[in-house]
């Protein structure tokens, strides 16, 4: 038996839900039973009846998977996959911009950490982050931590006034595009779909601007037959595996989340085998977390 064949085994004997995000490498893929963006995944880790959940993720993602199930054990293969751009934003830049903008509500990206998460508002994600800041009665929002995706919710709501918050919060992988990645592939009939922490002058030039699933859907509904994906390389193993007979080629090859990829199969197997490491959140954390996510939730059921 290979490695994913015991891995397989051992997730149905201990009745496992295997939560894979959309950056992760094909050999996690393809034991995943969900793959999505994190919000998808976490409400995928809501439903399931499962009381054990892998989560490959980065930190966030398992511990908004862990808030949202405070009674499921959430397994991360390894504790170090955190992200960097939610680390821009912290409880203490939050007090201080609330002290300068006390007027203003707090909407803060799904990509933070429980304990930022902890003094806002409200949770948006990259897919509803204008209908989320839109529902907000203050005029005046401050949004963080990336502020390509801030930007991308001012254009949406004209009448609001959208505070980046830091100024400069961003996300590595997706600061990589540039114009020349664009001009020089050469597709000149491709419609190119970027994510909203790309840089603006990216965005004016894209067809299409949106979340992971949002750009994964895309060529559902569209008829090019050619696609150029300007997201972490992991969502192009999964849009080729979707449509066949589509052409999916990334912007830039080098668009690749390092914390992501610290998963492997054999971390994973072990985690699984071990039930450990687990992902743990504060009680007092998870409960005024708890409450910035359920806005989120709320806001999307109304009409
Ligand atoms: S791709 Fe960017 S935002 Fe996503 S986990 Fe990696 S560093 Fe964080």
Do not use: W
Not at 152 to 176: N, R, S, T, W
């Amino acid at each position: 038996m290979n490695l994913k064949e015991k891995f397989l085994k051992l997730k149905k004997e201990k009745k496992c839900l295997v939560l894979g995000h959309n950056y992760q490498s094909p050999e996690i893929q393809e034991v995943s039973d969900y793959l999505g963006d994190s919000f998808e995944l976490s409400i995928r880790a809501k439903e399931t009846d499962s009381d054990l959940i892998m989560f490959c993720g980065v930190d966030f993602m398992a511990e908004t998977a862990a808030i949202l199930n405070p009674n499921k054990k959430v397994l991360m293969p390894d504790l170090k996959a955190e992200c960097p751009m939610a680390k821009m934003l912290n409880p203490e830049i939050i007090k201080s911009y609330r002290r300068k903008y006390p007027e203003a509500a707090v909407a803060v990206y799904i990509n933070t950490t429980a304990v930022t998460k902890a003094e806002a508002d409200v949770v948006y994600t990259s897919s509803n982050g204008g209908k989320i800041c839109s529902a907000l009665s203050t005029q005046k929002i401050l949004v963080g931590p990336d502020r390509n995706l801030a930007l991308f919710i001012q254009k949406q709501l004209p009448d609001k006034e959208i505070i980046p918050m830091p100024a400069d919060g961003y996300c590595y992988v997706h600061k990589i595009f540039s114009l020349f990645d664009i001009k020089s592939r050469g597709f000149t009939e491709a419609e190119i779909l970027v994510h909203p922490e790309v840089d603006m002058e990216l965005q004016a030039l894209a067809d299409f601007v949106g979340s992971t699933n949002q750009m994964f859907n895309r060529p559902k509904k569209s008829r090019a037959t050619q696609f150029l994906v300007g997201t972490e390389i992991g969502l192009i193993h999964r849009m080729r595996k979707e449509y066949p007979d589509k052409e999916v080629y990334p912007l830039n090859k080098y668009a690749v989340c390092n914390t992501m990829k610290l998963h492997t199969l054999t971390k994973a197997y072990k985690a699984l085998k071990e039930e450990r490491p687990i992902v743990r959140v504060p009680e007092k954390i998870a409960v005024k977390a708890k409450r910035a996510i359920d806005r989120m939730l709320e806001i999307m059921n109304e009409k």
